[in-house]
């Protein structure tokens, strides 16, 4: 929630006329809505869902999230190896909170450590492509960075809204409620702390 509503949507209505940007992330959620409810049916039919649907969401979503920060770079650094070099690192400590908190959900989901840390790796190889693309083409898909960027704040959106708050909820013990309530705070508090630092 945080990452989505601190940092991408403002970013994207900064470049995106009038309501473009809040369609945009209306699209992205409705649309991991619909992949949810795919894999969902896909998966749990039969009546045995061992691995949540949440975790593929997080693995989709994680990865457009770093092909994005894949086609910031790369603008980054054809502007300044200095903006590059900045960009970078705002980039990595963004990322490594994120992707400890991601690994943590997918071995909730079901997924074991070994199998949660490989398909995190391999999501987090898309801000390679996003870097290769952004490189060599970035002067003719301005627009889809622009452009993907609401959509994952609306795909981040829904991962909350619909995956972890309501596992939150259904915490019936108050100490770890509080604890669960605790890391909301501190990570949305982290999140903001970085907009102003590198804002």
């Not at 945080?2 to 991408?8: I, Q």
């Not at 691995?51 to 994680?62: E, F």
């Not at 939150?168 to 630092?197: D, H, N, P, Q, R």
Request: one cysteine or more.
């Amino acid at each position: 929630m945080g990452g989505a509503l601190l940092h991408l949507l403002p970013e994207a209505a900064e470049q995106i006329p009038g309501i473009g940007a809040f369609v945009l992330a209306i699209i992205g959620f409705s649309v991991f809505l619909a992949i949810e409810k795919f894999l969902h049916w896909h998966h749990c039919h039969s009546g045995k869902c061992e691995q949540h649907s949440l975790s593929y969401l997080i693995l989709i979503g994680d990865g457009f999230h770093n092909f994005i920060d894949g086609l910031i770079l790369a603008a980054s650094f054809l502007t300044s190896f200095e903006l590059g070099i900045t960009t970078f690192f705002a980039v990595a400590l963004h990322e490594i909170p994120q992707e400890i908190g991601d690994f943590g959900v997918l071995v909730y989901g079901g997924f074991s450590k070994m199998k949660a840390l490989l398909f995190n790796f391999a999501s987090a190889l898309t801000v390679i492509i996003g870097g290769l693309v952004g490189y060599f083409i970035m002067g003719n898909i301005g627009w889809l960075a622009v452009s993907l960027i609401p959509f994952t704040a609306g795909s981040f959106m829904y991962i909350a809204a619909s995956g972890l708050i309501p596992e939150i909820k259904k915490e019936t013990s108050w100490k770890k409620s509080v604890a669960a309530l605790g890391a909301f705070a501190i990570g949305i508090s982290l999140m903001y702390l970085f907009k102003l630092v590198f804002s």
